[in-house]
C-alpha cells in the first residue's frame, strides 16, 4: 500500500501532445523495433565467439543439466581445471544461458535471438521512457533508433556473452518507467526489478542510484533530502543488502583483480577509460574490441580524459546556474539520468577494481549511452517541435549512418577470423590477447604451425606480462611432437610461480607426451602440494597410471605385426601422442584385413586430429578399402573446408610480421 496518495503525473510540455504524436506513436514504436530488427537479423548466423566457448560449451554449468538454483550459489566464471574463479556473480545471465542450452542445445543462432529479442525490448522499453519524459514521438523514436544502431552497442547485442550489459539494462529501464517518487508501492516494484538487475549484472547499481535522486529531487528540480524520502528508499536498500548476501555466499575464493595497480597507475587508468568512453562516443565507427592495457597507459587518452572529466564539471556548473531557466521536473529528470549514466562509466572505469586487464570495452557503454540519450531528448524535442522537417532528415541521415557502421560491425562478429583478424590489426602491439586468440582458432582447426606463430606474436607483445601465451605456445609445440622445445617452457614457468599449481599441470602433461612417466608423477605431485585436490591434477594421475598399466601390455611385444601397431596405436593415443597415432592409424588402415570395428575407430580418430589439408587425400586412399559412413564424411568436408579457408587468410592476417 501507498504510504500517501500517488500525486498526478506532473509534466513540464503541454498538457496535450502534437496531433501527430496522439496519431503516430504506435507507429514511430513498430519503426523502432522494425529497424532494430532489420538491422540485428544477421547476428542469427553468428556462431559462438570467445568467451561464449568457456561460460556455455567447454565444461560449462550451461551444459551440466544443474539444478536451476545453483546459478543463484556459484559465481559467474569459474574454470573448474584449474578451480579460478574471478569475482563475477551475475546468476540470472547464467539461468538464460541454460534456458537457451535446454531449448538450442549448442545452436548459437538460438542464443544470439534471445540478444536480439532483448536489444529490441530495450529499444522499446527507451522509446517509452522517452515518450513518457518528452512527449515527443519523433524525437523519442530518432533517439531510440539511434540508440539501438549504434555501432558501440554491437558488442554486448551481437555477442553472446555480452548479454550481461544488455539484461541488466532491461530491468534498469524497466524501473524507471515504473518508478514514482512518493510511492512506496512503485519504489517496491522498481526495487524488484533493480535487484534483478544487479544479478544480470553490477552496473544495474546505475539505476539504483538514479531512483534515489529522482526520490530525492523535488519540485524545481533541487535535490531536498528528508526522512520520507529516504523511508521510500527502503525496498531498494533491501534488494542491495540481499544482492550483496547473495553474492558473498557465491563468490567465495574469487579473485577479486586481475593485475594489482599502485595509486598512480590506478588514477592514470580511470582517467584513460573515461578518455576512450569520450573517444568511443564521438567517433562510433571505428572497431575497438580491446582497448588498452592496465599498468600501461596511453597518454592521449589520459589527456582527453581529464579534458572530458573538466568539460562534464564545467557542464554541471553551467546547469546548476541556469537551473532556473529549466523546468522543474526536466531538470530532474536530465539529473537523473546523467547521474545513472556517470555511475555506469565509474563502475567500470576501474575506480573500483575489476577482473580485467583491458582499460575500456565498447559493450560497457550500453548502459551509459542509454542514459545519455535520455540526457540530450529535450534539446533533439526541442528541435524537432520547433523545426521538425530538418530535424527529421538529419535524425533519419545520422541513424542510416549508425545502422550501416552496425551491420559491418555485425558482419565481425559473424566470423571469428574476421573479427580477430581486424582486432589484430587495430590492436596495440603490447595487447597479445587478439594474437592469442587467432592462435585458439587455428589450434582447434588443427593447424598448429600457424597457431604457434600466433601464440609466439602474443608473448612477444605481451613482453612477459602474461604466462598464457608461452603456456599455449608449448601447448602447440607438443602438437607438432617437439616435446624437447615444450617441456622446459612450462616447467619453468612451474619452478617460477610457486603460489600457482597449473603451469605444473601442464608441464606433467607435455611429460606423459614425451611418455617421461616418472618425470609426469614428480609435477604431479608438486601441483598437488600447491593446492590439494586440484581437479586437472586428479583427472591427469587417472591417465598417468592408465598409460603405465598399458606400457605393460603383452600386446605392444606380440609376435603379429598387427596386433603390434594397433596396441602401439592405443598407447600413443592414450598418451596423447598425437603425431604417432596417426601414422600409425595411417598404416593400419592401409590393411584390407583390418576388422570393420578397429577401422572405423581408426578412420573417426584420424579424422577428428589429422591436419585438415591432408584429410581429403588420405582418405581417398582409404576409400579402397571400404566406403566412409555419411556422417564421417561430411565431418572431413567440414574440417577441411575450415582449414582451406584458415589457409587461405593466413597470409594476410600478418602475423609474425
Known amino acids: 500500500m501507498d504510504s500517501a496518495p500517488e500525486p498526478a503525473p506532473r509534466s513540464s510540455v503541454a498538457a496535450e501532445p502534437e496531433p501527430l504524436d496522439a496519431r503516430w506513436g504506435r507507429w514511430a514504436l513498430a519503426i523502432v523495433v522494425v529497424g532494430v530488427l532489420a538491422v540485428y537479423a544477421r547476428s542469427l548466423g553468428a556462431p559462438f565467439v570467445w568467451d561464449d566457448r568457456h561460460l556455455i560449451l567447454e565444461g560449462s554449468p550451461v551444459t551440466e543439466g544443474r539444478p536451476l538454483l545453483s546459478c543463484f550459489t556459484e559465481p559467474f566464471w569459474t574454470n573448474a581445471a584449474s578451480e579460478s574463479v574471478r569475482a563475477y556473480f551475475r546468476p540470472l545471465t547464467t539461468l538464460s544461458f541454460v534456458l537457451d542450452y535446454r531449448l538450442h542445445a549448442t545452436n548459437a543462432a538460438g542464443y544470439h535471438l534471445t540478444n536480439v529479442i532483448f536489444h529490441v525490448l530495450n529499444a522499446a522499453l527507451l522509446f517509452a521512457l522517452l515518450r513518457k519524459w518528452t512527449a515527443g514521438t519523433l524525437a523519442a523514436a530518432l533517439l531510440a533508433l539511434g540508440w539501438a544502431l549504434h555501432p558501440r552497442l554491437t558488442e554486448a547485442a551481437g555477442w553472446i556473452s555480452g548479454r550481461t550489459d544488455v539484461l541488466a539494462t532491461s530491468f534498469v529501464l524497466l524501473a524507471l518507467l515504473v518508478f514514482r517518487p512518493r510511492s512506496l508501492a512503485r519504489c517496491s516494484v522498481a526495487a524488484a526489478l533493480l535487484f534483478l538487475g544487479l544479478l544480470a549484472k553490477e552496473v544495474a547499481l546505475a539505476g539504483m542510484i538514479a531512483v534515489l535522486v529522482w526520490e530525492l529531487g523535488s519540485e524545481d528540480g533541487r535535490l531536498r533530502p528528508s526522512r520520507a524520502a529516504l523511508g521510500h528508499q527502503s525496498p531498494v536498500l533491501v534488494g542491495l543488502v540481499a544482492y550483496v548476501a547473495l553474492r558473498f555466499y557465491a563468490m567465495r575464493g574469487a579473485s577479486a583483480v586481475s593485475a594489482p595497480l599502485s595509486l598512480r597507475e590506478r588514477a592514470l587508468a580511470i582517467l584513460e577509460a573515461f578518455g576512450r568512453s569520450a573517444w568511443d562516443l564521438a567517433l562510433p565507427w571505428p572497431p575497438r574490441l580491446q582497448q588498452g592495457l592496465l599498468g600501461a597507459p596511453d597518454q592521449r587518452f589520459v589527456t582527453l580524459g581529464a579534458l572530458a572529466l573538466l568539460a562534464l564539471l564545467a557542464g554541471a556548473l553551467v546547469a546548476h546556474r541556469r537551473g532556473g531557466a529549466v523546468a522543474g521536473e526536466r531538470r530532474l529528470l536530465t539529473r537523473v539520468s546523467g547521474v545513472a549514466g556517470l555511475t555506469g562509466i565509474i563502475l567500470v572505469a576501474h575506480v573500483i577494481p575489476i577482473s580485467v586487464n583491458i582499460v575500456a570495452a565498447d559493450r560497457f557503454l550500453y548502459l551509459p549511452l542509454a542514459a545519455l540519450t535520455l540526457m540530450i531528448a529535450p534539446a533533439v524535442e526541442r528541435a524537432a517541435r ?272
Do not use: H, M
Request: proline content about 6%; glycine content about 8%; overall charge positive.
Open 386 to 657: 520547433r523545426r521538425a522537417g530538418p530535424t527529421l532528415l538529419a535524425g533519419a541521415v545520422v541513424v542510416v549512418a549508425l545502422g550501416a557502421g552496425t551491420a559491418e560491425r555485425l558482419n565481425d562478429w559473424s566470423s571469428e577470423l574476421r573479427l580477430w583478424g581486424k582486432a589484430y590489426r587495430a590492436t596495440p602491439k603490447s595487447n597479445g590477447l587478439p594474437a592469442n586468440e587467432l592462435g585458439n582458432l587455428y589450434f582447434r582447426a588443427g593447424l598448429y604451425p600457424q597457431a604457434l606463430a600466433s601464440y609466439q606474436s602474443a608473448a612477444r607483445r605481451a613482453n612477459g606480462r602474461s604466462t598464457i601465451f608461452l603456456s599455449n605456445a608449448a601447448r602447440a609445440l607438443a602438437q607438432l611432437g617437439r616435446y624437447e622445445a615444450a617441456l622446459p617452457v612450462l616447467r619453468k614457468l612451474c619452478e617460477e610461480d610457486r603460489s600457482s599449481a597449473w603451469d605444473c599441470v601442464g608441464a606433467a602433461q607435455l611429460s606423459l607426451n614425451a611418455l617421461d612417466l616418472d618425470a609426469a608423477g614428480e609435477l604431479l605431485a608438486e601441483a598437488e602440494r600447491r593446492r590439494p585436490g586440484l581437479a586437472a591434477a586428479a583427472e591427469l594421475g587417472q591417465l598417468l597410471e592408465r598409460v603405465r598399466r598399458f606400457a605393460r601390455s603383452p600386446e605392444l611385444r606380440a609376435s603379429d605385426p598387427a596386433v603390434r601397431a594397433l596396441a602401439r596405436f592405443r598407447l600413443a593415443e592414450l598418451a596423447g601422442r598425437r603425431l604417432d597415432a596417426l601414422a600409425l592409424a595411417e598404416s593400419l588402415l592401409a590393411r584390407a584385413e583390418l576388422p570393420a570395428e578397429e577401422r572405423a575407430a581408426l578412420l573417426e580418430y584420424f579424422v577428428r586430429w589429422a591436419p585438415p589439408e591432408e584429410l581429403e587425400p588420405a582418405l581417398g586412399r582409404f576409400a579402397k578399402y571400404g566406403p566412409l559412413d555419411a556422417p564421417l564424411r561430411e565431418a572431413a568436408q567440414l574440417r577441411a573446408a575450415e582449414g582451406r579457408a584458415l589457409l587461405e587468410a593466413w597470409p594476410g592476417l600478418g602475423v609474425g610480421e
